[in-house]
C-alpha cells in the first residue's frame, strides 16, 4: 500500500530514486533477440486436427513404437522433436461406409485415443480444459483432446451431444464434406441432390447453444458459407476454424474468404491453418481439380472390387488410389503454408491465427513438411518474416488457450442463466 502522500508527492519520489539508480546501476544492454529454435521450444504448442485417430483404431497403430519407416505424420518421437505441446484428435466418422452406425464409430474413435492414453501414460495424457492443456505441458505430455468433425455423430439429438462431451469431447465441426440434416456443408453445396438447409435450422442453432452451454468450442471448418454466417450470429461464445485456410490465395471452398476472417477475427474466434497442398497452393489445387474426373473413377473402381468387404479395409485401399493420385503433383514449397498463416494474420489479426495441421488426413503437404517434427520450420519461417517472439507464441497455441479460456468461461454464464426451452432434444423427422 502506498503511504498516504499527493500523487505528485509520489511521481517525484519516484523520479528522484530511478535517477538515483540510473547513477549506481550500469547501463542494460538491450536483450539480444531469441532464436527460432529458443522461441520454438519454449512455446506451448496446439495443434487442433490430425486425423492419426483412424490409424489407432484401424490400424492399431502404436505412437510408442511405429512400424519402421512409418509415413504417418504423429507419433510420440515426431510429437517431441516438433515440440508439440497439444493435438487436439479428430473424431471423424465417414458418412458413407458408415451409414445406420454413427454414434458406434464415434464411440469407437473416442475409445481409440483413451486407449492410446492408457497404454503410455508417461508420453500421453487426455485434456478436457485449459488448465489441463497447461498441466500436461508442464508434466512433458502430449495433452490429447478430442474433437469430433462432422455433427452428423450426433445423429440428431442433443442428449447424444451431451453424452460426447462427458465423454470428453471439446469441439465439434458442425458439418463434414456431407451437408447434415441441420447444416449445409461446403463440400456438398453444389450437388442437387443433397437437400439443403440455406444454412443451419432452427434445430441446428440448438445444437450451438448447447454447445455453447456444455463449454465444446463450435468449429467451422468444412461448413458452407451461409452456414458460416449463421453460426456467428447463433453462437454466443467465439469459434474456431480448426482447419482452414485462406480462399484469396488458395480458392478452394474449404478456405475463408477475406470477409470470414475478418469476422471471425472481429468476434474473438481463431483461424488454424491447414498444411494441405490443395488449400495452400493454388497451382497444386488447380492440378489436382483437373485430374479429378480420372480420380474418381481409378477409385471407384478400387471400391467396386472391395465393394463386399468390411468398410475399414475399403477406405484403406481407396485412400491409397487417392494418395497415388495425389503423389502425381509436385509438392508445394514450404513457404506456401507460411503465406497463408502470414495472410490469416494480417487479415482476421495475429490474435486471431493458429495452427490446424489435418496431418494423416490429407493426400499431400508441402515439401519440407513430413511430420510433427517439422513443426519448428514454421517459427523459423514466421521469424525470417518479421513475427515477434510474442506474436509467433499466439499463433503456436496462445490464441487457441484464450478461446478455449473463453468457451469455457461462457458455458459457467450460461448454467448460471435460466436455460431457454430448446426447440426439441431430437431434429424432428421430416
Ligand atoms: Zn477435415
Known sequence: MLPRIGLCAVVSLLTVTSSLMAQTKPAKKPAKPLSAKQIHSSSLIIDTHADTTQRLLDDNFDMANPPAGDQGYLDFAKAKAGNLGAEFFSIWVEPKEFKGQYAHRTLALIDSVYQQAAKHPDQMTMAFSSTDIERAHREHKLAALLGIEGGHSIENDLRLLRAYYRLGVRYMTLTWSNTNEWADSSGDIDDTSVQHHNGLTEFGKDVVYEMNRLGMIVDISHVSDKTFYDTLLASRAPVIASHSSSRALTNHPRN??????REIGRRGGVVMVNYYSAFVDEKWRQAYEAQSKERSAAIDAVA?????????TRYRETDKVAKQWA?????????????????????????????????????SMPEGLDSAADLPKITEGLLKRGYTAE????????????????????????????????????????
Do not use: C, W
Request: aromatic fraction near 4%; charged fraction near 30%; proline fraction near 8%.
Open 256 to 261: 475463408m474468404t477475406d470477409d470470414m476472417l
Open 327 to 363: 503423389a502425381k503433383i509436385p509438392r508445394p514449397p514450404f513457404e506456401a503454408i507460411i503465406d497463408h498463416i502470414d495472410h490469416v494474420a494480417k487479415v482476421a489479426g495475429i490474435d486471431h491465427t493458429g495452427l490446424g495441421s489435418d496431418f494423416d488426413g490429407t493426400p
Open 391 to 430: 506474436q509467433i507464441r499466439k499463433v503456436l497455441g496462445g490464441n487457441l488457450m484464450r478461446v478455449f479460456r473463453e468457451v469455457e468461461t461462457v458455458s459457467r454464464q450460461l448454467k448460471t442463466q435460466e436455460r431457454p426451452s430448446l426447440a426439441r432434444q431430437m431434429n424432428a423427422p421430416k
Open 304 to 312: 467396386q472390387q472391395y465393394k463386399d468387404v468390411d468398410p475399414v
